[in-house]
Nanobody, 121 residues
């Protein structure tokens, strides 16, 4: 089994910053892309940012220029630094990783349980 555990969420004022972390553990042979998604109340889950194992990143337009995704491959951990936070960034943030558990298997998406980010004064 593979577990993804997020941390770093919380309540922050508009204009503030947060750094989310997500560590993958368990029976992992290799992780391909890792990423962050978010889901606000009444809305569908949407992509925030992704990063490949080589470090190539991709961002949603809504967070581009305000967020930075990074990863530590040795620790199977991905980070999301969010700056200049806005109330519309309020959502549950989910970590995602494309995981391979054995040479005879195939990559599949693993998800964390989510961490709440609330931007409010």
């Amino acid at each position: 089994q593979v577990q993804l555990v997020e941390s770093g969420g919380g309540l922050v004022q508009p204009g503030g910053s947060l750094r989310l972390s997500c560590a993958a553990s368990g029976s992992i042979l290799r992780i391909r892309a890792m990423g962050w998604y978010r889901q606000a109340p009444g809305k569908e889950r949407e992509l925030v940012a992704t990063i490949t194992s080589a470090g190539s990143s991709n961002y949603a337009d809504s967070v581009k220029g305000r967020s930075t995704i990074s990863r530590d491959n040795a620790k199977n951990t991905v980070y999301l630094q969010m700056n200049s936070l806005k109330p519309e960034d309020t959502a549950v943030y989910y970590c995602n990783a494309e995981v391979l558990q054995s040479f005879y298997g195939s990559f599949y998406p693993a998800w964390g349980q989510g961490t709440q980010v609330t931007v409010s004064s």
